[in-house]
């Protein structure tokens, strides 16, 4: 009988983390509808716009360097004719003002609220060509940063020198979340020319991705929050561990006596 009841318990315990595992593997996956949706969003795009405080990189060439000179700031302090090799390193980095403007060389204010980075390049190009024949004209975010924090393996502040990104891309810069993320609460904080608002997101839901917020903005703020496990974990002793280990040497040389008294 006792075999039995033993046999039954232990079938039962193996079914019971079988069950454990399967339900936590459904929790890590994300989007777990995405098949549908993500074939909906793939024919739209989505970038993020230009707001004050931002930092463009704006860069012009030309089959003639020479005649762009004026448009890049660091051909001023170069001898005529020096030849330019990186285009990095001659960029001029231009501050986006609370009125959403910038002070651009020759062409005046321009005004780039609202505009994402390939907006404000077609129109500088635009501008530029009443100048110069067939300008090449680059513009990146240099100071585009967002900060994640929280159940994410390497939670921090991080620079994109893309000058845009999605949240799983960060996610993925900071390691992806842990096992104790909460994957169907993931808070987003944004602040938008002194407006602040917060979003909460659930990666299980692939209709995330439609959301205005699967698309960061510049100083967007991720945090996710603890799942029940790791509540429950952080509230247990740390030394839980020790005292199990120490009752079961005791249970076992309890046991050894116990036969050597019945022989």
């Known amino acids: 009988m006792k075999k039995i009841l033993g046999i039954v318990l232990l079938v039962f315990f193996l079914a019971s983390c079988k069950t454990r595992t399967a339900e936590k593997e459904s929790e890590l996956n994300y989007m777990q509808n995405v098949e549908q949706v993500a074939t909906e969003a793939a024919v739209r795009s989505s970038s993020s716009t230009i707001q004050a405080g931002d930092q463009l990189a704006v ?31 001659a960029e001029r980095v231009y501050l986006v ?27 500088l190009t635009e501008h530029i060509s009443q100048y110069v024949k067939s300008p090449t004209v680059s513009v990146r975010l240099v100071n585009f940063r967002v900060t994640v924090l929280g159940e994410v393996t390497r939670p921090g502040q991080y620079t994109l020198p ?18 104790y ?20 997101i659930n990666l299980m839901d692939a209709n995330f991705i439609n ?18 496990t790791k509540d429950k974990i952080a509230r247990l002793d740390p030394n839980t561990g020790t005292y199990i280990a120490v009752a079961g040497t005791i249970i076992g040389l309890a046991g050894i006596f116990i036969t050597i008294f019945k022989n």
Do not use: C, W
């Not at 609460?185 to 002194?194: F, P, Y």
């Not at 959301?211 to 029940?228: C, E, M, R, T």
């Open 97 to 123: 003002n609370s009125e959403g403007v910038i002070d651009f060389p020759v062409i005046g204010t321009v005004n780039t609220s609202g505009k994402t980075l390939e907006e404000v390049k077609l129109k």
């Open 59 to 89: 860069f012009v060439t030309a089959k003639d360097m020479e005649v762009v000179r004026p448009f890049n700031q660091s051909y001023y302090s170069q001898p005529a004719g020096t030849p330019t090799t990186s285009a990095p390193a």
């Open 181 to 200: 993320g909460k994957r169907e609460d993931i808070l987003l904080v944004r602040n938008q020319n002194g407006v602040i608002t917060k979003e909460r």
């Open 211 to 228: 959301s205005p917020y699967f698309h960061l903005k510049q100083g967007d703020v991720i945090y996710v929050s603890a799942n029940p």
């Open 162 to 179: 893309e000058g845009e990104t999605t949240l799983l891309n960060v996610l993925g810069l900071a390691g992806d979340l842990t096992m």
